[in-house]
């Protein structure tokens, strides 16, 4: 039985092992059209998407930054977000759609996804995490990185949200209340 959005988002879970196994071309054009067809404003479009796979590739992008990009190295795929900010004064949120609708779609599919952030993140003391990540895709000075999604078929399942791990406290109706 298919599992409602709201079911898929509390049990959408960042994936940091995947089995070795390949994501088949055909799951990969559903990331294609999920990307494409997601919402930015003013119809801009201001996002560019390299899709990864090539595992000396994947390897080198693990180290882009000193924390929290190691694991890609074993991920069957990496979608890279790039956007153009001479296109969009808000190419950030737009790239961050299209990142979440990817992660989505993951779900959707079964497959495991996790969010490397690249904005404002460095390589090291002397270089950017963005400019090195667009230095190993050969990408234009142009465009900034957003992020890289890992993807691939999850090693093991994670226990969803637990609706008492909602934080209410959170929510304000009609204006802010401390």
């Known amino acids: 039985m298919r599992k409602s959005m709201l079911e898929q988002i509390q049990n959408r879970r960042s994936c940091r092992k995947f089995t070795s196994q390949p994501v088949g071309d055909d799951i990969k054009e559903q990331f294609i059209k999920a990307i494409l067809w997601s919402p930015t404003s003013k119809n801009n479009r201001p996002w560019e998407f390299v899709f990864i796979e090539n595992k ?43 990142a979440i609708l990817v992660q989505m779609v993951a779900e959707d599919l079964g497959l495991g996804s996790t969010w490397i952030q690249i904005r404002r993140r460095e390589h090291d003391e002397n270089l950017s995490a963005g400019d090195y990540v667009k230095d190993i895709i050969k990408a234009p000075e142009c465009l900034e990185v957003a992020s890289i999604i890992a993807i691939g078929y999850k090693e093991r399942e994670r226990e969803p949200y637990a609706d008492n791990a909602l934080l209410h406290n959170r929510i304000h109706f009609e204006e802010f209340k401390k």
């Open 56 to 98: 000396q590739t994947l390897e080198q992008l693990s180290k882009c930054k000193p924390h929290g990009a190691a694991f890609l190295s074993g991920a069957p795929l990496a979608i890279v977000i790039l956007g153009d900010p001479t296109k969009s004064d808000v190419w950030i949120e737009d790239c961050s759609i299209a």
